[in-house]
């Protein structure tokens, strides 16, 4: 298996502008998560999935950030508007138990 | 609020020698702990984990401890090696959902 994989790895706009990341998880995890690390707040959970079903959003800073996922194998962190503070590695993991297994990340610039 | 604590932000050990790794926890609902490795502009890489059932896990020459009464585990590799110089997240979990990460240790094992 490839792993979790995302898309892009880097991604650099200007503010205001629509960013959208891509992840696809590992076949056969039933539980999909997105995390945000920042040096201030280090790792944080923002949004998870389970059975593509969205269960917890209460990390989603605000409502510039939406979350999909449309099947089992494929999920998007979208960000509209765009702003610098949203400059952070965004990381996908998935999981069918307790060990979840990231992704490289996707390092957002928002200039 | 951060309710899993990781209080030393870096760490340096010789190799050879022993490296302990603490984190501390502030939900006892949590019921399941990981420790995942992280190396620059990649996504975490677990590691080793434990449930609350237990006091011991052990893998190779990576042991986590956990005591719950004092809400602490810690991670001990024996002997440390150059190549586990990375950053190290403790995380926890409740009910195996969502998992709560600490700010990371930064080893660094020196020749």
């Known amino acids: 298996d490839a792993g979790v994989i995302q898309s892009p790895r880097h991604e650099v706009t200007e503010m205001g502008q629509e960013v959208t990341l891509r992840c696809k998880p590992i076949s056969g995890h039933n539980s999909l998560f997105w995390y945000r690390q920042t040096m201030m707040r280090g790792l944080e959970l923002l949004i998870y999935?389970?059975?593509?079903?969205?269960?917890?959003d209460s990390g989603m800073p605000e409502d510039r950030f939406s979350a999909k996922m449309p099947n089992a194998s494929f999920s998007t962190l979208k960000i509209q508007p765009s702003e610098p503070r949203d400059s952070a590695v965004y990381f996908c993991?998935?999981?069918?138990?307790?060990?979840?297994?990231f992704g490289p990340g996707t390092r957002l610039t928002v200039t | 609020d951060q309710q899993v604590k990781q209080n030393s932000p870096s760490l340096s050990v010789q190799e050879g020698r022993i490296s302990i790794l603490n984190c501390d926890y502030t939900?006892?609902?949590?019921?399941?702990f990981l420790w995942y490795k992280k190396y620059p502009a990649e996504g975490p890489t677990f590691l080793i984990s434990i449930s609350s059932i237990k006091d011991k896990n052990e893998d190779g020459r990576f042991t986590v401890f956990l005591n719950k009464s004092a809400k602490h585990l810690s991670l001990h590799i024996v002997p440390s090696q150059p190549g586990d110089s990375a950053v190290y997240f403790c995380?926890?979990?409740?009910?195996?959902?969502?998992?709560?990460f600490g700010k990371g240790t930064s080893l660094l094992v020196t020749p």
């Open positions: 999935f389970n059975n593509n079903v969205p269960i917890d």
């Open positions: 939900n006892s609902m949590f019921d399941y």
């Open positions: 995380a926890a979990s409740k009910s195996g959902y969502a998992l709560n």
């Open positions: 993991a998935s999981t069918q138990s307790h060990e979840q297994y």
